[in-house]
C-alpha cells in the first residue's frame, strides 16, 4: 500500500514491446470518469528525471555498468517522486506509471545480476517505505516483445539492443517479483490483442483498488 494518501498509485511492468504506453493510455480514460488521474513514466517523469532518461536509454550499451544503471534509475525515480507522484497522490490523483522500482530489479538486478540486496539499499535510501498499491505486470515472450519494439524504433535503443539472454532474464525477474509479492502484483498475458489486454488490466484494477 502507498503510505501517501487518498490517491492511488499503479504501476505497469514488462519488458521491451509489452504495449505499456498502449494500456496506461486506455487504463487512464476508465478511470478519469470522477477522478483526476495522472500518467507518468520512469525512468523520466519530471524535468530532473527527464535529463537522466536520456543518459539510460540512448547511446551504447557499453556505456554504463549495472551499478551505474542503477544509481541513475534511484536518482532520476527521487527526482520523480518528489516532484510529481507524492504531490498527486497527496491531492488525491491517481497516478499510473509506466515502470517503477521493478524494472530496476528486473532489468540491473536479474538482468544485469546486480547484488538484490544492494537494490533493497537503494530503494530504502530514494524511496523508503512507500510502495506501489498495484502493479500490473504485461508479460510478453522475448521475441514478440524486441519484434514489437523494433517496429518503433527510435533513439531510446540502448536497452532492447542488449542481447537476447538478457531480456530473457528480464522476464524471468518480472514474473518472479509477480510470484514473491501476489499480494501487490498481478500478470496479464500481454500477447492478446489490445483489447482483450486493455479489458484484463481494468478487470485486475477493479478488484484490487475497486470501481
Known amino acids: 500500500m502507498s503510505l501517501v ?5 499503479i504501476t505497469l511492468e514488462g519488458g521491451e514491446g509489452a504495449g505499456k504506453s498502449t494500456q496506461i493510455a486506455t487504463l487512464a480514460e476508465r478511470l478519469r470518469a470522477g477522478r483526476e488521474v495522472v500518467t507518468t513514466r520512469e525512468p523520466g517523469g519530471s524535468p530532473g528525471a527527464e535529463m ?3 543518459l539510460l536509454v540512448e547511446g551504447p550499451i557499453e556505456r554504463w555498468d549495472g551499478t551505474t544503471e542503477a544509481l541513475l534509475h534511484f536518482a532520476a525515480r527521487r527526482d520523480h517522486l518528489r516532484a510529481t507522484v507524492w504531490p498527486a497522490l497527496e491531492r ?3 497516478v499510473i506509471s509506466d515502470r517503477f522500482a521493478d524494472s530496476t530489479r528486473a532489468y540491473q ?4 545480476g546486480l547484488d538484490m540486496g544492494t537494490l533493497d539499499r ?3 535510501l530514494a524511496v523508503g517505505v512507500f510502495r506501489p498499491d498495484l ?3 504485461l508479460d510478453l515472450p522475448v521475441d514478440a516483445g524486441l519484434a514489437r519494439a523494433a517496429s518503433r524504433r527510435g533513439a531510446e535503443t540502448r536497452y532492447e539492443s542488449l542481447p537476447r539472454a538478457f531480456h530473457e532474464r528480464v522476464r524471468e525477474g518480472f514474473l518472479a517479483i509477480a510470484r514473491n509479492e501476489p499480494e501487490r502484483c498481478a500478470v496479464v498475458d500481454a500477447s492478446q490483442d489490445i483489447d482483450a489486454v486493455a479489458a484484463a488490466v481494468a478487470r485486475v484494477v477493479a478488484e484490487r483498488l475497486g470501481p
Do not use: N, S
Request: charged residues 20%.
Open 135 to 137: 502493479t500490473v505486470i
Open 92 to 94: 488525491g490523483a491517481w
Open 122 to 124: 537503494l530503494y530504502d
Open 109 to 112: 538486478g536479474w538482468g544485469h
Open 52 to 54: 537522466i532518461r536520456k
Open 5 to 9: 494518501a487518498p490517491g492511488r498509485f
